[in-house]
Each structure stands twice: as C-alpha cells, then as structure tokens.
C-alpha cells in the first residue's frame, strides 16, 4: 500500500470540512431519494448542481443486446477503455463526463466507450451488471474492427468500479474469456455490498457518502435482500474466486467508506496472482475526483499514466 498526496493532506481536510459545512446546512435525507431527487441527480453532474456539457466528440451508439454506450474516438487509437461511470447504481450517465472522457481519449490515445447501464430501482440488479457485460462481449468481438486494436482495458468509479470486477468475473465465468481485458483501474470501488468495517463504522459524516447512504443505495440497488445474500460473490465481487483476472490499480482515500473495500480486494487480488497497484490518498473522501483540488490532478495524471502504458 502506498499512501500518496500527504503534502496536499491540509488543502484535502479543509475541503472536506466546507464541503461537510454545506451539506450540514442541507436537510438530511432519511429515506430513499424520491423520482424528483431522482429526476434532478440524474439530470445534474456528478458532484454538482448544474447539467454536463455534452461535448461534440461523443457519439451515442446502440450495440449488441441494445445497450447504450457513448464512444470517443482520438485521432490515433492505441487501445480502447471500457469505462463505467459511478453513480450508486441509481443515477450517473455514460454523457455525464464527457470532458474528462474525451481529455482522457486524447491524452491516453485510447478510444473511450462509455456504457449507460440501466439504473435502479427501476431496474435493480441484476439489469446493470446485464447490460456491462453485454457491452463487454460486444468489444471483444468487435473491438479489432470497430477500433483497430485488440488492447482493452476496464475501469471505472464507485459503482462503476464495482461493475468493472463483476463484468471480468462474468465473462470469465459465462463465456470463459480471461486474458482479453490486460488492466482494470478501479477508483473508490464498493466490493462488498453485505458492509465492510469503515463502511459499517464511518457514521453519518456528512461527505459525500455515509454509512447511512451506502446502506439506503444498497436497499435499492439490491431489494429484498438481506446482508447474507448480498454477500453472493455475484453481488459482492470481494467474495469471488478472482482467479484470472488483470493486472489492476485500485485507489482510494482513507477520509471514504469504502477504504477497507479496495485494501482487502487489493490483497485478495494479489493473492490470486494478478499484480496490483494500490494507492491510498491521504485524507480523501469518496468521490474526491469530482471537485476541483490537487489531489484530483495529481490522480488523473496517475490514471491517465496507468492506462497508456499497462498491457501493451
């Protein structure tokens, strides 16, 4: 484990103290969000109270299976990324980032293709994970002749980065495919929806994800079940034989919930002998990459580092 960032570490606590100030002066919720808190978390950008730009270079595609995805496409195409955008499962969209995406294209010289999964409640699990895997399928056929390349690599964040892990282990489960994704980048990952101990111990800190919004975003996502049941290993990727899988980076920082989700799947990850880079940012909290600090820089550099140079 590498902690990393620690001389931003005065910049990151005062952000998350205004950033918990604002949400305090804000009524808590203490039920699911209605279809109107719905409705306006999915039309406004992750992390803000404003819709995203939409961006020319997004093309809006259908494939196989009738999943949505959204491609950009760089001038000279060395790989493509399979990206799944974070969201809890319930809101989020494939054209909800398009300026990172195509800043990530062009700098990487990779072709992005962004899947807009079905969202809960009205489509709990298993319809996301569905639709990723068919998008995933999809690629390998067709990723040669749509893009030139054979390179794929997976990754995502929060429930994007949840989705990553359950698509490898699918396609190597159902359709026996190991090998064709060569690096998975995972960003602030749940891996164990049955609760693991910061999750069950973070509290009701008021940042952008809680013990209590976890736990609410869970009964959504996966309704009628209990935590034994959410421990299956196709809900719960941190139970899973991950025999097989990619070499992986996965990060976190150590202000989130989900902390103990990427070290114990890090560890259960190099155990099964796939190599793993595992970084902690010193006093980051879930979802830090959505705001505009160093620490957000210093880790796109990273990503964009990662994917450019792994599995080549």
């Given amino acids: 484990m590498t902690t990393t960032d620690e001389d931003c570490l ?25 279809a109107t808190m719905l409705a306006a978390l999915r039309r406004n950008r992750l992390g ?14 259908v494939v196989e299976g009738g999943v949505k995805v959204r491609v950009f496409v760089p001038e000279y195409v060395g790989g493509v990324y399979l990206h799944f955008h974070g969201g809890g499962w319930t809101f989020g969209s494939a054209d909800g980032q398009d300026e990172r995406l195509w800043r990530l294209a062009e700098q990487t010289r990779l072709a992005v293709v962004s899947v807009d999964y079905r969202l809960a409640p009205e489509h ?35 429930a994007g980065a949840h989705l990553s892990v359950v698509t490898l282990l699918r396609l ?9 994704f060569r690096a998975a980048h995972l960003l602030f990952g749940p891996y164990d929806l049955s609760m693991t101990p910061s999750q069950r111990s973070f509290g009701s800190k008021r940042l952008l994800s809680n013990t209590d919004t976890l ?12 935590a034994e049941q959410r421990r299956d290993p196709e809900v719960s990727p941190l139970f ?5 899988l990619p070499p992986a980076r996965i990060v976190v920082g150590n202000e989130d919930p989900l902390r103990d989700d990427s070290l114990f799947l890090a560890q259960r990850w190099q155990a099964a002998s796939a190599p793993v880079q595992l970084g902690v940012v010193a006093g980051a909290m879930h979802g830090f990459t959505l705001f505009p600090l160093t ?8 990503e964009r580092h990662f994917l450019s140079t792994t599995g080549r």
């Avoid at 005065?10 to 699911?32: H, V």
């Avoid at 803000?48 to 595609?61: A, E």
């Avoid at 190597?172 to 064709?180: C, F, N, V």
């Fill in 240 to 244: 899973a034989d991950l025999a097989g």
């Fill in 295 to 302: 620490i957000t820089e210093r880790e796109q550099r990273r």
């Fill in 172 to 180: 190597r489960d159902r359709h026996g495919i190991t090998g064709a």
């Fill in 10 to 34: 005065a910049e990151t606590l005062a952000f998350n103290k205004q950033f918990e100030a604002t949400a305090a002066s804000r009524p808590a919720r203490e039920e699911a969000p209605d």
């Fill in 48 to 61: 803000g109270d404003t819709p995203p730009v939409r961006l020319p270079q997004g093309q809006d595609r």
């Fill in 124 to 158: 709990p699990f298993p319809a996301g994970p569905d639709d990723c895997e068919a998008a995933a399928r999809w690629l390998v056929k067709h990723a040669a002749t749509e893009f030139g390349t054979e390179r794929l690599l997976i990754g995502g964040e929060s």
């Fill in 215 to 226: 736990r609410r975003t869970y009964e959504l996502v996966t309704p009628g079940m209990d």
